[in-house]
Nanobody, 124 residues
Framework: QVQLAESGGGLVQAGGSLRLSCAAS????????AGWLRQAPGREREFVAG????????AYGGSVKGRFTISRDNTGNAVYLEMNELKPEDTAVYYC?????????????????WGQGTQVTVSS
């Protein structure tokens, strides 16, 4: 069982930046892939970014590539999402997720555990 807790959401103007953090309660975090997904009102959950258990490999959704960066700290059991050049269409609840296969990190279906989510609102 993996418990995940997100923090760092909030309100920001378009063009600004935010950094999301996720703390994982698990013995060996490197055994799990980690990722961020988001869901806006009336829309399906969308893959944002994923990272392999080792941290050596990453993947991004097309709409955020080049603006967002995912990273992890396996010693500290944490995963981060640095979001730059934010746009109003980035407004959503952002969820931290973990998957039992450390090598499958590149799509929404890869993940087995989810946090409660943190709201990100980007004003125009």
């Amino acid at each position: 069982q993996v418990q995940l807790a997100e923090s760092g959401g909030g309100l920001v103007q378009a063009g600004g930046s935010l950094r999301l953090s996720c703390a994982a309660s698990v013995r060996t975090f490197s055994n799990y892939a980690a990722g961020w997904l988001r869901q806006a009102p009336g829309r399906e959950r969308e893959f944002v970014a994923g990272i392999s258990g080792s941290g050596r490999n990453t993947a991004y959704g097309g709409s955020v590539k080049g603006r967002f960066t995912i990273s992890r700290d396996n010693t500290g059991n944490a995963v981060y999402l640095e979001m730059n050049e934010l746009k109003p269409e980035d407004t959503a609840v952002y969820y931290c997720a973990a998957g039992i296969s450390p090598y499958q990190y590149y799509e929404a279906g890869s993940y087995d555990y989810w946090g409660q989510g943190t709201q990100v609102t980007v004003s125009s």
